[in-house]
């Protein structure tokens, strides 16, 4: 039986802008994969109000992008290994919005290690042209989307465009299951018969960095509609919890 103990959260009870004790900023253009155009901004597209982080979305020239929006981490603030994630959002409907609750290791900043062998978890996208769906993801060296073997979910959860959802993830050394609105719907096994479970096919035994943010159209948030805009991506709490097996 599990029992989960908090031992980090962010409810987003002030004003302005994220917490900076807490969050820090990947912020700049022209260096995002996929295609992406949007300049990801520093303390100008995330706004905190009412206990609600929004991530904005806009049409508007910026330091030679035609998009923004921001893109706020955990990065040297807190990293997370093994635990219980629990994150509520509203997804934005906007055409061209790709709005992403994921994770990064540390040591891809920290020793450049290199996408993929470094590793990404995939909480949450969304992207407009596969509506209502709700994708999940492990990449690895072995196990990417570029060479179409990662290790993904698609799933279509009803009214997920209406109001808060919440996303969750449970991370442990044996398994990586995911959850919306306490369901789970997919399980990956670090020794799942068929998958190599060392460093090239599981790099998950380290610590990762929390990352969420609103991407802009590029190759797979697709075609942007300019009418749309601004386009929020609301979060209303973060949660991180330690997972006692007893």
């Known amino acids: 039986m599990k029992k989960y103990v908090l031992n980090w959260s962010d409810e987003f009870d002030g004003s302005g802008n994220v917490n900076p004790e807490k969050w820090g900023y990947d912020h700049g253009s022209k260096r995002w994969g996929n295609g992406e155009t949007q300049y990801y901004t520093e303390r100008r597209n995330d706004i905190v109000k009412d206990s609600i982080l929004t991530i904005e979305g806009r049409i508007e020239d910026y330091e030679g992008s035609p998009y923004t929006s ?106 990586i299951e995911f959850f919306v609105d306490k369901k789970s719907f997919a399980k990956y096994e670090k020794h799942e018969k068929g998958y190599i479970s060392d460093e090239l096919g599981w790099p998950f035994d380290k610590p990762y960095y929390l990352i969420l943010n609103q991407a802009i159209g590029g190759t797979w948030g697709g075609d942007v509609a300019v009418e749309d805009y601004p386009s929020p991506f609301e979060i209303d709490y973060v949660r991180y919890y330690d997972i006692i097996e007893e």
């Open 70 to 175: 921001a893109r706020v981490t955990t990065f040297g603030k807190k990293h997370f290994m093994y635990g219980r994630l629990e994150i509520s959002a509203r997804i934005p409907s906007a055409r061209g919005a790709w709005p992403a609750i994921w994770m990064l290791p540390a040591d891809k900043k920290e020793k450049n290690i290199p996408w993929p062998r470094c590793g990404e978890i995939d909480i949450m996208e969304h992207v407009h042209h596969l509506f209502g769906n709700v994708h999940v993801s492990l990449h690895t060296e072995l196990y990417n989307h570029v060479k179409r073997t990662q290790r993904t979910h698609f799933e279509v959860v009803e009214g997920i465009m209406e109001g808060f959802h919440e996303y969750a993830m449970d991370w442990t050394k044996d398994y």
